[in-house]
């Protein structure tokens, strides 16, 4: 970090001022660096995850520990001293996990590490017992004959693929929904699925399911890697019977909201970045998504503390029950959704911990160029020019699909399906320099974004 | 391993026959070198390895599943063609674990990730709630004064240090009995440790403990490494209590045994070799010992396959209950203690599945040049020569006390103590690689240890 402070920022200093020239004002690209310098010396953002992580713990959407982390948020954003600081409540349906087992009965009786997903039926009491049919991938069970399955419990075996960007996850969670759907079509008493994750330790990782309609719902849960493993090896020695009991209730509407602070602007323009409030039960929820809290308010400090005044407002919104649906950003778009012109450019963080190494955009074709000047002040901190299709983050979505520009600050995602949605994610996993990275990379881009002279939407034609 | 076996065994070959002319004879090492290069092309044991932890999984001593266990060691045994078969049973106290739970209860109500500590009092129904009462080492809980801690709970948050000789277990281990001793002393209501181990997974370390007699019973569990972190940042904010509820029962007496196959030689001497077949209840076993289950038997099953009668018989022992207090090697050595001199050495595999890098010995003082013979054979496969204090392994414990000498093929325990006792102990974690290697020098000191013409005891002076 050193090093870089030391060589990197200083040529960064003058390559990105060359470069950058013509789009960001010097002053700008100036402040900019200083963010970049004083965040990679700074723990703001690792000691807010610390925090919520510590304070609140695990906060399931719509819980009572979700409303806890929203006093939580309100509280440290008038301690570290945003404005215009609220909670923006809505309603989300609470499920919630009570007591869960997995065994093999018979032929070799042991119990299986299980999680049930998110918003799956519970089993009937007592649970149910069959005899486990395999298939290899989603696809085969979707090509499976209709009869046949009556009476048993599918497995659907199939493995994720590890990636820097995560694209596998794309791929490996259709299973969630489909393998209960399909499994609910052909009469089976229950699904199971090998986690959609990339670690081979004995957790099963949760996530939210949705039934189609009309189709009978059947409970569904996830078994760990070593379990999943297992329960294959047990297959290829003859018929395997297993024992399912998942106690879980889905209990209705509740409460949920986005908590949202501010540096006012000069203008009534808004640039948004942020993360998402709530986890999954199993864990404290550090990497996903205490750490994009812990990024966009810490980067939004490190501004505070520059004490001068952006042109645009800086939002800070952390988003409740991202993980049951993106209730929150449905809630925000249709909230704001006659301001929405107003925003100017959005980037949520939540994809982990790891440092930042590509900055992706979505800009009218005609302001590319305002990619490559902010890119130019980020490249010192090891962030390429991407592609003009990013995301923004699950949570900016919503306001995407409205036409609102995002940009996304691509994280190394090698080992976040690792931790992502089980027990093991917990702040030990955080690495204060990555997040450090993040914050300057957040602090930059958003300063940048609040104090360049133009929009990154297509000018009219 | 094919550079291993074209380059290095056949330079050992030359080598070894060289150092070792002396005490072994050429056939002798010629057949060891063979069983080396045999066993890194064979996946005997890890097969077995595969068997055991599939086909039985956790098997605790004194349950239905160790029993289960000795079944399949009989008809493993017998399948491979090993001689003189048998269980040799004895009684186990037993001890079984129900449903335990822990949650901060205030100020930040979460779950923590806890396992009871074998052999622990139940806490009364419902659970315990008490305050937390820190102590960073169990040094630091010894020298506490006696008044204080009443209906308190004591956290011992002592870590533990990881080496490649697994010398920091020894250290750390004392306070799993020793946490229990000194809160029941100062009349804690219970006590936490911060597991026993090395690895910051989500996983809490379970193992025997011991209550002194005239102290009072305290309720005793393990935390995984990150839930005493979090029980550490919390209480850095003030005072923590927490609810701990551990449905545990002590069942008395029950059915436990050793299981033993053997090479018959032409001697009434004995080679005597092995592992222990129960596992702790919380993984399946396959470090611990799946392991040393699959490299002992894997070796003796090289050997057999030589279709030589080696001159001393060569005896492999699955012990039972080995932990919960080396039950089955303590009734070993007295079942067996009139013929204790018949058993000319002994070597047990209890430390996991990493490759061997160290022949330690505990020779008579003028035997010495065997465990150089020996070494000098092994050396190839990365074995360097030891120092003559070894332990054998600790089912050998009990015959080493009574004079048989021993030798330890000692593994790297690097990785060891990540998995150790967890659940997360399963066969996924096995190499293949270092499986065969371990086969590999177990069939070659088996070979050479029953062939050799000389004892390892010192002689008469």
Not at 72 to 88: D, H, P, Q, S, Y
Not at 118 to 126: D, F
Not at 134 to 156: E, N, W
């Amino acid at each position: 970090m050193t090093l870089l402070r030391l060589l990197g920022v200083s040529v960064a200093l003058i390559l990105s001022l060359a470069a950058a020239a013509e789009e960001l004002d010097k002053e700008t690209v100036r402040e900019a660096n200083t963010l970049i310098s004083r965040s990679l010396d700074s723990s703001v953002g690792y000691d807010i995850i610390n925090s919520l992580t510590t304070e609140v713990g695990p906060r399931l959407a719509g819980s009572e520990a979700e409303a806890r982390a929203r006093d939580w948020a309100v509280a440290k954003f008038k301690t570290l001293g945003f404005k215009n600081v609220r909670i923006e409540p809505f309603s989300v349906d609470y499920w919630e996990r009570h007591v869960e087992s997995a065994e093999i009965v018979s032929p070799f009786p042991q119990k299986l590490h299980i999680t049930t997903l998110g918003g799956s039926v519970a089993t009937k009491p007592g649970g149910v017992t069959g005899q486990i049919v395999r298939f290899a991938s989603l696809k085969a069970l979707i090509d499976a004959p209709m009869a046949g399955l009556a009476g048993k419990i599918v497995f659907v075996d199939e493995y994720m693929t590890r990636t820097q960007d995560g694209s596998g996850y794309g791929v490996a969670v259709r299973k969630r929904s489909g393998a209960a759907n399909e499994a609910g079509k052909r009469g089976a008493i229950a699904a199971l699925i090998r986690s959609v994750g990339t670690d081979q330790h004995r957790f099963p990782h949760t996530g939210q399911m949705n039934y189609v309609k009309q189709i009978p719902k059947v409970p569904i849960a996830a078994l760990s890697a070593p379990d999943a493993d297992q329960l294959q090896r047990a297959l290829l020695l003859g018929e395997v019977e297993v024992k399912l009991s998942l106690e879980v209730e889905s209990l209705g509407p509740r409460q949920s909201g986005n908590v949202i602070g501010e540096i006012p602007g000069e203008t009534d323009e808004i640039v948004i970045i942020g993360g998402h409030l709530d986890s999954w039960d199993l864990g404290t929820g550090a990497v996903d998504d205490g750490a994009g809290i812990g990024i966009t308010l810490g980067a939004a400090k490190m501004i505070l503390d520059l004490k001068r005044k952006p042109q645009r407002t800086i939002r800070v919104v952390m988003f409740g029950s991202e993980e049951v649906g993106l209730v929150g950003a449905k809630a925000y778009a249709e909230a704001y959704k006659t301001e929405l012109d107003k925003h100017v450019i959005g980037a949520e963080s939540d994809f982990g911990g790891g440092k930042i190494w590509r900055f992706d955009t979505r800009f009218g074709k005609d302001k590319l160029h305002f990619a490559a000047a902010i890119q130019a002040v980020l490249g010192p901190l090891g962030i390429a020019l991407g592609d003009n299709s990013a995301s923004g983050g699950p949570d900016m979505g919503p306001m995407r699909a409205l036409g609102m520009p995002v940009a996304t600050l691509k994280q190394n995602g090698w080992d976040y399906f690792d931790l992502h949605h089980t027990a093991n994610d917990t702040f030990d996993k955080i690495k204060p320099e990555d997040i450090a990275q993040n914050v300057a990379a957040y602090a930059a881009f958003a300063w940048m974004a609040a104090n360049l002279d133009g929009h990154f939407r297509a000018s009219p034609e």
